[in-house]
């Protein structure tokens, strides 16, 4: 069977959700035991993410190839069983360094090369990378229609509608109708306007998802679908939701994947999606809380960490628990004993994650040394692993100048080092240690109770390394090494054993945790955080015993 096309596109403004719609009909049609692939089109002129600012373009997502994509790449994996490459992100910058490259090479024998047919062309051999051996390819498009830069791609999938033929190919427009507190009322011209912009380049939309924060009566479906030339029944709300992992239920409770399989000509056996019922159960009705700290370099925008949140609901919701986040800026640690104690005393879990630079380093040490002596649950990722190996030879291998080349060159104690291979490499794009390597596993620890297997593949960007000279001195000071390259160059996970739950990892965990599916080490530290928390508040009884006696007294 040929491959059919969902293209979803957007109007109105931008982060109204449109990764999580794409996720979301991609968890549906897989419900329904289609095979899917995805794939997000950027329009901005980077090559990829990679060297893009975290305030500005949110987490970069790495794929097991090593591709620095987008973080709605993240959505899909975590909605789907899909496994996306550097294939299933393609921004507008890469495909004109594709073109030049060619037109350098002299591939385009002399001829003019222009938007049309050349970036277009570009464009569709990208879609058409992604259709093999699947039944459906959703494609996302990046922006919102009107935007200059998303021109090459909106007419390059209006192409493909006329290439392939109208039964292969469906566009699901994702639009707002905003609710006007002053006049009391939703708004549908936002969506009129959208669809009218869409329609002028030559694309009419099949199905509209109507952003709104609340209930879409009938008549005001009525009115969209006349004006913008659909189906009343095509007319779905994408309401607010407590959870993104709502998300689909929601839409698929208004028949968008009947929509869907009709419009492309499809024939499916019945949606299988108890799985995604019982999260939102389990969701909606915690057994307890948790409570973990982040402390991070980029907490002020939640998406620079979006994986990782993610992660850690999956992990709560391995023991049915409410995840309580507690995001917390590094550099206001700096500013002493007291506002660590502020911030951390109530605390369950602290987890440093990844980053770059020497920003807050201090507070991110002092966030380590809480974590080691309080004896609290700690997880360490990429540079929060590297932190606590530094925290660890400082305050306990008697190493007191022990840090990192990238914060400090001249350190006589280099415990963490640039990867060998990128020593004299000062370009910044794709100049890491990135995608999925293995990683051996040592018997009776912490990190192999959690897979159960002696071997494993994750995921790694990071362009600092544990340096082995300081293993023997690090390892009897107390520092496990638990986890390692099979080559045995790199160190990949460090544990302290006369702790309750001390880990650090060299690569990103966060990217292959599921939903469905929590990754084996963010379910055991939220556990171990979990029985933290039943310890002190055991440990606290017989205190508010004697205070109530006293009271009574």
Sequence with gaps: MACKYVFVTGGVVSSLGKGVAAASI???????GLRISMLKFDPYLNVDPGTMSPFQHGEVFVTDDGAETDLDLGHYERFTHARLTRDNNVTAGRIYETILAKERRG?????????IPHVTGEIKAAVRRVSEGVDV?????????????????????????????????????????????AAGELKTKPTQHSVKDLREIGIQADILLCRTDRFLPREMREKIALFCNVAEEAVVAATDAASIYEVPALLGAQGLDDLLLRYLHLEAPPPAMDGWEALVRRMRNPQGRVAIAV????????????????????GALAGNWELDVHWIEAQELEAGAQEVERRLGGVDGILVPGGFGKRGIGGMLLAIEYARTRRVPFFGICLGM?????????????????????????????VIYKLREL????EMGGTMRLGAWPCRLELHSR????????????????????NRDYEARLVNAGLRITGSSPDGQYVEIVEIEDHPWFLGCQFHPEFQSRPLEPHPLFREFTAAAHAYQQTRARASEPEEIFHRSARRA
């Design 447 to 466: 990190a192999y109770a959690a897979y159960g297997q002696p071997e494993i593949s994750e995921r790694h960007r990071h362009r600092y390394e544990y």
């Design 386 to 414: 590297q932190c606590s190996v530094i925290e660890f030879a400082r305050h306990v291998a008697g190493l007191p100048e022990a840090n990192s080349s990238e914060f400090d060159p001249a350190t006589p104690d280099r």
């Design 423 to 426: 020593r004299g490499v000062e």
């Design 26 to 32: 991609g968890a549906l049609l897989e419900s329904r």
């Design 295 to 314: 402390v991070g370099k980029y907490v002020e925008y939640e998406d620079s960490y979006k994986s990782l949140k993610e992660a850690l609901l999956h």
């Design 137 to 181: 390819a959703i494609i996302e498009i990046g922006g919102t229609v009107g935007d200059i830069e998303s021109l090459p791609f909106l007419e390059a999938i209006r192409q493909v509608r006329q290439e392939e033929g109208r039964e292969n190919v469906v566009f699901v427009h994702l639009t707002l109708v905003p609710y006007i507190a």
């Design 107 to 115: 591939d385009y024998l002399g001829k003019t090369v222009q938007v």
